[in-house]
């Protein structure tokens, strides 16, 4: 399958400052990118889609001030949460759809731990 | 509205079988996945049906009707490492995906 990269992994912050979590596709072009946020013991919660080259959709209740999303290439989304706060802490994963013959596909990163302290 | 539905939790033996249900109401389909995910660890890919009936992968199946807006997946030979959660999606026409709240699998020796 298609492999999706995420950098950083872990990241520790103090309240205030702004963290960058870079999301990759490593050997296909996605046009459409996905963030995902997950706390723990719950289900993914679908935070935006991104295409490439145009702004970014939220989903209602994620504030597109704080979290900046980029989709600058067709390897390359970023997420960066702006003025972190203890509750941004959370597990973000990123996602690409790749379009596999007749069908689309959808792999996700690894993940990157966000704490914010 | 969209709705996704799996239980919560199973319980299984090491070396059985164990079948994971997901029925769903959705806006439009195209196509239902299933994917793991271990604690703390991002989502991987287990499969994908569009089309009625079984697709068969290794150690691992899964089944549709879209007619009855169900699937389930089929783990057998169940090995300790297989204790995860499993996720339920289904592409909706928008192409998004809607997700089950997963299935946590606890596998006993």
């Known amino acids: 399958g298609a492999v999706v990269s995420q950098h950083p992994s872990r990241v520790i912050c103090k309240s205030g400052t702004s963290v960058k979590i870079e999301c990759r596709s490593l050997?296909?072009?996605?046009?459409?990118m996905f963030w995902y946020r997950q706390f723990p013991k719950q289900s993914l919660m679908l935070m935006a889609t991104s295409n490439e080259g145009s702004k970014a959709t939220y989903e209602q209740g994620v504030e597109k001030d704080k979290f900046l999303i980029n989709h600058a290439s067709l390897t390359l989304s970023t997420l960066t949460v702006t003025s972190a706060h203890p509750e941004d802490s959370s597990f973000y994963i990123c996602?690409?759809?790749?379009?596999?013959?007749?069908?689309?596909?959808?792999?996700f990163g690894p993940g990157t731990r966000l704490t914010v302290t | 509205g969209q709705n996704i539905d799996q239980p919560t939790e199973m319980t299984a033996t090491e070396g059985a079988i164990v079948q994971i249900n997901c029925t769903y109401q959705?806006?439009?389909?195209?196509?239902l996945f299933w994917y793991q995910q271990h604690a703390g660890e991002a989502p991987t890919f287990l499969s994908y049906?569009?089309l009625d009936g079984l697709e068969e992968k290794g150690r691992f199946s899964s089944f549709l009707s879209r007619s009855k807006g169900y699937s389930y997946l089929l783990l057998k030979e169940l090995q300790m490492k297989d204790s995860a959660s499993y996720l339920c999606?289904?592409?909706?026409?928008?192409?998004?995906?809607?997700w089950g709240a997963g299935t946590k699998l606890i596998i006993k020796p």
């Open positions: 049906n569009v």
């Open positions: 959705t806006s439009g389909f195209n196509g």
């Open positions: 996602s690409a759809r790749v379009l596999a013959g007749d069908r689309y596909e959808q792999y």
């Open positions: 999606a289904v592409m909706d026409s928008n192409y998004q995906l809607i």
């Open positions: 050997d296909f072009q996605a046009t459409t």
